[in-house]
Every structure is written in C-alpha cells, then in structure tokens.
C-alpha cells in the first residue's frame, strides 16, 4: 500500500511553496525527505498532520489515519517525570493496567528505566528526546512523522538515539516520514530518500536504498556514492 | 563544613538587621523621648506585654482571618479572569478597563467607600480583596500567554483532550506566575488590611490595636504592633514559598 500526496498547492502570501506537487509513500517503510533549510519540508508534514492546512490537493490514504509526529525539539512537560509525559498522551486511550505495561516497555527500550521518576529538567538533551522518541513510538499511531529529531545532538548521541530509534521500529515496522536536511541521516535510515529542491519544491530524484538497515555505514561504497550524487543535486 | 555555608550565607542578612537595631538604639539615644521614639529594648519589653495579654492572639488571628478571607477569594476570582482574559482578547479589552480602575483608586478611597458601603468587620476583607485581585489576575493573565504554543501543538497532534489540555498544561504553567502574584498582593495587602482596620475600628484587630495605642500615645506599643505585622508578613511569604516549592516541584 502507498499513501499518494496529489495535486498539493500551498502558498505564503503570493509565494508558491508547493504547485500540483505529487510524492508516493510506502506503508510500513522509512521514507526520508531531503532537502535545503527553508525548502517545505516542515510545511509539507504539517500538512500531512493537518498543524496547518493546504490550498488544494488530497492526501490519498492518509483518511482516519491516526499520526504521532517527533518534533525538532522534546516537547515535553517540564512538571511531568518521563513516566507522566508518555502517560499524557495515552491517558485517553487506554486503561491504567495496559497503559503502564506499554510505558514501562517503551522506556526500557528506549534505556530510560532507571529515570523513569525524572523531571525534563533533571536530563540531558539526548535523554529528553529519548523521552519523545518513546513517547511517539508508545502512542498507538499508523504514521509517524519525525522532523529532524536528531538536529543540533553531538554525533555520540546522535549514534544512541539512531539505535533506539531502529529497535523501536523493527518492532512494529510503522510508515515513518523523516525529514532532514542531513545527507547522512537519510542514508542510515531511510528505505526512500526523495531529493527536494526548488520553489515552488520539486522532487529533484528520488533513492531506494535497498541495504539492511544494520550493515549500513556512510563507509560502504554504494552510500557514499549516493551522498556524492545527492551533495551535487542539492549544490 | 555545612554550617560555615549556612554563616556565610546568612552573615550579610544578620549584619544588616544589626546595623538597622545599633542605628535605631542610637536615634533612640539622640531623641531621648521615649514618646517619640522608643528604643529597641522598651519596644521588645512592649512586646512581650502584648505577647502576655490575653486578648493578643485573637486579635493577630482575627485580623489574619479577614486577610486571608479576601485573598482567598481573589485568587479564585483573579485565577478565572485571568484564565479567561489569557485566552481571549476580547476579554482582555473588556476587563482591562475595570483592572486600571480598581489598581488606580487609592487605597483609602477604596477603604472609605467600604467604609460607607459594609459593616466594620468585613471592611478589611473588601480591601484585601481588592487589592490582591487586579495583581494575580494579571499574573495569571501574563502566564496564560506564556504557555509554550508548541506543547499545545504536541497535546493537540496526540489527541489530548481540551479539558486535559487546560487542567495538565495551561494551569502548572501558570503556577509559578500566580505563586508571584499571590507573594506581591501580600505584601501589599497586609499593609492595605491593616489601614482598614485603624479606619474601621472592628472589636479585634491589629489596626485597632494600632490606633488605640497611637490614641493613648503608647508609642513603643505602636511599634510593637508594627513589628507583630512586619513579622505576620515575612511568615506568609516564607509559608507561600514553601508551598511554591513543594508544588512546583519539577523545578532544579
């Protein structure tokens, strides 16, 4: 199944950031969007959350589709410890006995167990978004969309993050839509890297990585021929 | 270790009331008329007269009681309105021109009016009341605009209710806006609740006392109450802060 973007149009006053613009996604994959700061790639997944709405176009297949969506920054409630945070969200949903199975499972996949009773403030910056990647993993979502969670985190937790990122989604293989304006980001993760550029954003070219995600390293060949090609595209 | 922290923290605050004591002992030395000014040691000898009297606690509390009944009260109010105002604009016009009018009348006017308008007793609730109201309205006001728009955005992606939304996120956010307002309208509504008290004269009250005292020109006694009210102060603020921190707790 694919989810199909058609006929998208947004504009900021008289600026055409999007013109009848077309991308595909496949369910249950990772599909990266790549592309210059300023680009639409923030605009394009808030419209797909539906933060903010189109001028025109559909988003075939997104209808009832329930999004959980890993913002550049934590997001999370300061007064709230990590065990509250990933509550908050799934306080409506489900029942006390199942929602603490799920929590505690989440954080102790995402390596947290021992900080369950910390506060935000309390933890690193990494630890924080450890805390959000659980909390959008926890949530029981068929999307989830991520804009560039890992922006601004030195490469050691950049690394870790990455790893608790992979498990979590080997878990349940949910329809990710990860947008970054780094090259190699997209290599390690994404099953589909589309190239954005231009305005109004035109889909430059669009990579299938077909690697094991586990064997991946910007050392092998075939990926560092593809950072080269896409450096040049986006040049 | 510890306790040379807590003398080197403290050391500046005991030098500065001691030197407030020596100054006070030597004004009190130069004017010579204990009517005037009296030293420190009759003014602690007139406390603890007033400490001994039997009538001395129900007039502290009483006149705590009527303080506190009137902040009570305008801080559910103060905490609606400025809920309302935070949200809405509209609001915030219409109320805007009410604040200005209550936070600009003069204290005495107000107390004078409530003279005339209610019985003695209730006077200083009224004034307390007032006076606290605009202060944490718009407190609370200012923290309702301070809310962090991208954690309603996350709340409102993950299907948070409103009502979850408001009681989880708008209201702990707005704690330390409305513990501040709490903290300055005491200060000021202490002082407020007092002057009531010496103009409406009810049976017990620190006012009163004040005013009887000043009448029989008691003036150690009238310094003796002063210090019994800059000290009720100091124990709510200190009693606010303490409850500030086990409230905010996630705070470093």
Known sequence: MTLKIQNLCKSYENMKVFQNFHMEISENHITCILGPSGCGKTTLLNMISGIIQQDDGTFLGLEHKVISYLFQEPRLLDWKTVWGNIEFILKDIYQKEEREKIISKYIEMVGLKEFKDYYPPQLSGGMMQRVSIARAFAYPSDILLMDEPFKGLDIKIKESLFYAFIKLWNEDLRTVIFVTHDIEEALLLGDHVYVLGDIPVKIKKCFEISMPREKRSMEKETLKEIKKEIYKILK | ?252
């Open chain 2, 1 to 252: 270790m510890r306790i040379s922290i807590i003398i080197n923290n403290k050391f500046p605050t005991i030098l500065s009331v001691l030197t407030l004591i020596i100054t006070w002992k030597i004004l009190s030395e130069i004017v010579d008329q204990e009517m005037i000014l009296p030293s420190p040691e009759v003014t602690c000898k007139s406390l603890i007269v007033l400490l001994k009297s039997k009538t001395f606690f129900k007039v502290v509390m009483t006149t705590i009681g009527r303080g506190l009944v009137g902040f009570f009260l305008s801080c559910i109010l103060g905490l609606i309105v400025g809920i309302f105002t935070g949200v809405s604009s509209v609001i915030e016009k219409i109320v805007a021109p009410w604040l200005i009018i209550i936070k600009s009348t003069p204290v005495m006017s107000i107390i004078i009016l409530a003279l005339i308008w209610f019985e003695t007793e209730h006077v200083p609730i009224f004034v307390s009341f007032l006076v606290a109201f605009p202060i944490i309205c718009v407190n609370v006001s200012e923290g309702m605009k301070s809310v962090d728009q991208k954690i309603i955005q996350m709340a409102q992606i993950y299907g948070v209710k409103k009502w979850r939304i408001l009681f989880e996120i708008y209201l702990p956010s707005i704690a330390s806006f409305f513990v501040a307002g709490i903290c300055t309208a005491m200060g000021i509504g202490w002082k407020a609740v007092i002057a009531a008290e010496v103009l409406s004269q009810p049976k017990y009250a620190i006012g009163t006392s004040l005013y009887t005292s000043k009448i029989y020109i008691e003036t150690a006694s009238v310094f003796a109450w002063t210090v019994v009210a800059i000290f009720l102060s100091f124990v709510f603020e200190k009693v606010i802060r303490i409850l500030e921190k086990k409230i905010i707790r996630w705070r470093i």
